[in-house]
């Protein structure tokens, strides 16, 4: 609820948040007040670009606050790309691993030369098959008169990669929703199979399409899944 008061001071906008609000206190800006928002090291604020955010945007030009005329367009890429990649890298690394939760990810892909070709075979794959499905869906035609999709996913991979390899973060943080079924949860499996398909099942399909086989690597990640279901290895097993 917003008062009729503040909006004349505030105005409304879409964004995309990552690893945001970390930590938040109370700073000043001279003789104002402000909020310091901490973030992790990959944290990201994109903020929507339009008339009533101009000037903002080029305030904050040599921020790390970015704006962007397609905050639906790339929302939907992160969760393409960095979401559903972070979760074929996890998945298949929890297999290897045998159910081991506590292993970090950075650690794993960064052991042997295979498993950093694996992730970033993985990282090719799905910007390929996002890049397909950008080209050939016209709910995409604005971004791509603005954009080029290959540079732009090129980018994006490059530097998505850059941080599963440098944040240290465990198979347990990566995978927290994949937990076995209980009488009071029975649907845990299959609420993660869902979240996961939405992540990662178009790319898969349009990479696909256009290749006329599936990717292998990401296909590979996709089988450990069901292997890991078959086993019982879940994030919360004991």
């Known amino acids: ?57 080029g305030r904050f030009a040599t921020s790390r606050v970015e704006f962007t005329r397609h905050v639906a367009t790339e929302k939907q890429i992160k969760s393409w790309l960095l979401n559903g990649s972070h979760w074929l890298l996890a998945l298949d690394a929890l297999q290897a691993c045998d159910g081991d939760k506590d292993v970090r990810l950075n650690h794993f892909l960064k052991e042997t030369p295979d498993r950093l070709s694996f992730a970033k075979a993985v990282m090719a794959e799905m910007s390929e098959g996002i890049a397909v499905i950008l080209r050939r869906d016209p709910a995409y035609g604005g971004f791509l008169r603005d954009v080029d999709p290959d540079e732009y996913l090129r980018g994006a991979a490059e530097a998505i990669l850059g941080r599963f390899l440098s944040s240290d973060d465990p198979l347990s943080r990566i995978l927290a929703r994949f937990q076995a079924p209980t009488p009071e949860a029975p649907g845990s499996v299959q609420a993660f199979a869902k979240r996961f398909a939405d992540r990662v099942e178009d ?21 450990s899944l069901v292997r890991l279901i078959a086993s019982g290895s879940y994030i919360d097993a004991a």
């Open 1 to 57: 609820m917003i008062s009729d008061e503040m909006r004349q001071h505030v105005t409304r906008v879409h964004a995309l948040v990552d690893r945001v609000c970390i930590g938040l206190e109370e700073g000043r800006e001279g003789a104002h007040p402000v909020a310091v928002v901490s973030t992790e090291t990959y944290g990201s604020l994109k903020l929507e670009l339009k008339p009533e955010t101009e000037a903002l945007a």
């Open 203 to 223: 790319p898969i399909a349009a990479y696909s399409d256009g290749r006329g086989s599936p990717p292998q690597a990401a296909m590979r990640s996709v089988n």
